[in-house]
Nanobody, 121 residues
């Protein structure tokens, strides 16, 4: 069992930046960030494999950067040029196995954090 704890959410003006962090209690092979805005389905934002390969949703490409420190079991999401439409609850997700990340799917991740709110105005 892996526990995930997110931090770093908050409120920021449009055009600003925020950095989210996620601490995992143990080994993970695939990690990702998802987000869910009010009234919308949860969507995959970015994913990263233990070997460093990454993928991004089209809506955040060029603005968000996902990174992982395997030694510390931590995940980060650097969010730049934030837009009001980025407002959502952001969730860290992880799995013990390598997953295809060409599409970032909820069903591929067994472990989830509680979420951290990001508000862009």
């Amino acid at each position: 069992h892996v526990q995930l704890v997110e931090s770093g959410g908050g409120s920021v003006q449009a055009g600003g930046s925020l950095r989210l962090s996620c601490a995992a209690s143990g080994y993970t092979a695939t990690m990702a960030w998802f987000r869910q805005a009010p009234g919308k389905e949860r969507e995959g934002v970015a994913a990263i494999l233990r070997d460093g390969r990454t993928s991004y949703a089209d809506s955040v490409k060029g603005r968000f950067i996902i990174s992982k420190d395997n030694a510390k079991n931590t995940l980060a999401l650097e969010m730049n040029s934030l837009k009001p439409e980025d407002t959502a609850m952001y969730y860290c997700a992880a799995d013990l196995y390598y997953r295809s990340i060409s599409r970032i799917l909820e069903s591929d991740f067994r472990y989830w954090g509680q979420g951290t709110q990001v508000t862009v105005s």
